[in-house]
């Protein structure tokens, strides 16, 4: 039997037309002039603050970079606290602490994969400046609980769409409920231009010292902009070469050892190191790749719930595995379909075995494994929920290429 070519994390969604953009920018001389700037992305702007109904947008190269950029922004005093929920990236933590400031976590609601609304207040205290909610995996946060406590203490809330984008609680699309709200371009979000991020904001007087810092930060290289243009290029052939006797595998890993091609989450990060340049501006380049997708955002989140409401109808009655049902989350999305079971790893090493690579966001607390733990002010007596599904959790693709002979292989895996 063959195998299949399934991969969750390496450029998922990535299309044909969006490998000829790159691949089109990278050839033509013509395009080197607009690899930094141009009318792309005031485009991408404008399209995404009309799409949530905003007045105004704001680009930048990386979702960590709409956070650093958003608390840089919030003027704050050494140490204030930004309360967030474990079971997150250690990318997120890092813009906190690089910012001077505290992350303090909240445990979560196992149900959800979302910040707990009924432990939050026991972890606000007089330097709380901010609540940070993350709508995991696109499923909506129960945004109206934390809304009222973050009123009741005159908290600013932050929301992390970072998964979520297009994703709706109650008919109103997730971004809007805070006072500011940041999305990822990156590779394995929800669209993507390989690195990319977006801020949305409500308060005018944040949203004029982002656009004054964001005015200030340097347009990202060159030749960073040529790694992250070859990224969709490189990833189409490897995953074309990936069942040839590993040869994908090892394109990929001579790329990224010759530093051809950038990392999701490089060294530095894991080790909460701060490198610049960081932040940087989204560069014309990339704005154009992420145009491409963003005109089928609601096409591709349409497909992910169909994949997702098939997982259910497949694997529902499976006593070992315990999962959300797509009907109780009306305005979810599903980046990722979340389950949780026993001997989780049997399952990674079984499909990788038959060419069908799936993930385990999150398998530690603060992801990936390999991070400097010293670095993030966490502690995991404080969220045993979190360390519960950390040991169980295990992610389906929900990517909208995904074909019917794909899904039913999946699923046979359990």
């Known amino acids: 039997m063959s195998k299949m070519n399934i991969h969750i994390a390496l450029s998922p969604n990535n299309m044909a037309l969006d490998t000829l953009e790159a691949l089109w920018q990278i050839v033509w001389p013509g395009n080197w002039r607009s690899w930094q700037k141009g009318n792309a992305t005031t485009t991408l702007e404008q399209k995404f603050a009309q799409y949530f109904g905003m007045e105004k947008a704001f680009s930048i190269d990386s ?18 606290e930004i309360i967030l929920q474990s079971f997150t990236c250690m990318v997120v933590v890092n813009s906190i602490v690089w910012n001077g400031l505290k992350p303090v976590y909240v445990d979560i609601d196992p149900s959800t994969y979302n910040l707990d609304p009924a432990k939050l207040e ?13 709508h995991t995996f696109g499923i909506p946060a129960e945004i109206t609980k934390i809304q009222k406590i973050c009123k009741k203490y005159g908290i600013l809330l932050i929301e992390d769409c970072a998964h979520a984008m297009g994703a709706e609680y109650k008919g109103q699309k997730v971004g809007t409920f805070g006072e500011v709200s940041f999305y990822s371009l990156g590779r ?7 690195s990319g991020g977006m801020i949305l904001v409500k308060d005018e007087a944040l949203a004029e010292k982002i656009e004054h810092q964001i005015a200030k930060l340097p347009v990202v290289s060159k030749k960073v902009i040529f790694k992250n243009l070859l990224h969709p290029i490189a990833s189409s052939v490897a995953k074309l ?9 090892v394109i990929l890993v001579v790329l990224q050892r010759m530093k051809i091609l950038t990392m999701e989450v490089e060294k530095h990060e894991k080790q909460g190191v ?32 169909k994949i997702v409401e098939y997982y259910y109808e497949m694997l529902h009655r499976h006593g070992n595995l ?12 599903f980046l990722r379909f979340p389950l949780q079971m026993a001997k989780r790893n049997k399952i990674l090493v079984q499909g990788k075995s038959q060419g069908i690579i799936l993930g385990d966001w999150y398998s530690v607390a603060i992801a990936p494994a390999d991070i400097d733990h010293s670095k993030t002010f966490y502690d995991a007596a404080d969220c045993p929920n979190t360390e519960a599904v950390c040991g169980r959790i295990i992610n389906l693709p929900t990517f909208p290429g995904l074909k019917k002979k794909q899904l039913e292989s999946i699923v046979k895996l359990f």
């Open 63 to 80: 979702g960590r970079a709409a956070l650093f950029v958003i608390l840089k922004g919030m003027d704050l005093e050494k140490n204030d």
């Open 122 to 134: 026991a972890a606000i205290t007089p330097r709380t400046k901010a609540i940070m909610i993350q």
């Open 188 to 194: 394995s979000k929800v669209i993507s231009c390989v």
């Open 241 to 249: 070469a990936y069942n040839f006797f590993g040869l994908g595998k």
């Open 274 to 305: 701060f490198v610049a340049p960081f932040p940087a501006r989204l560069p014309n380049a990339l704005a154009k790749v992420a145009l491409h997708q963003f005109k089928k955002l609601d096409e591709f989140n349409a497909k992910r719930r």
């Open 322 to 333: 315990k999962m959300l049902n797509p009907a109780d989350f009306a305005g979810a999305i």
